[in-house]
């Protein structure tokens, strides 16, 4: 299926879920996964309308960019290796996957200005995933104040894999609720007001306990070629 056509089902999905707790779909952006298609279909998504592109990994990243460079907005959306900022920082819009010091302070050495960093929360606490503890999380950003190239945009989960709509909303939920406590701080460098949650199979739950991002890959541009 043509990209174009899954993002008017996806849209429509979009609107459905803001429509059930009133909000407006303009309040979401749709990240495009486009770790495990080519680089044509990443070009047939900025074609069809996507104006924001998310990978896992600096090589793919890299070598998208040489083809699209920046007519979609880059985010960041894997575990990032510190040696590694170099090669994707003047790069992306979003990093999505900050989740300590060494890694914090590297990106803040090699920005030339503020880079929009989304702080990687475990809210599940899985052992299997990455990201800190929500307590480990407001610690963390209260520490990042002296570094002037950090701005901390929001939070970013994965929600378990499970069909359980309770997990679900529990998860996405906790998130929210963590974003607001480090809202009421009022830190002037982590306004903390993005929060990316939400894939190709719970975006919509995601939306309704207050995502403003959703990555989705496989509902989107899935099914390459």
Sequence with gaps: MKVAAKLEHINEQILEACRTVNRKPDEIKVIAVTKYVSTERAMEAVEAGILNLGENRDEGLLKKWEVLGDKPKWHFIGTLQTRKVKNIIDKVEYIHSLDRLSLAEEINKRAVKPVKCLVQVNISEEESKHGLTPEEAIEFIIQLQPLKNIRVEGLMTMAPFTDDENVLRNSFRGLRQLRDQIMELQLDYAPCTELS????????????????????GTALVGEDG
């Design 197 to 216: 949650m939400g894939m190709s199979n719970d975006f919509a739950i995601a939306i309704e306990e207050g995502a403003t991002m959703v990555r989705i």
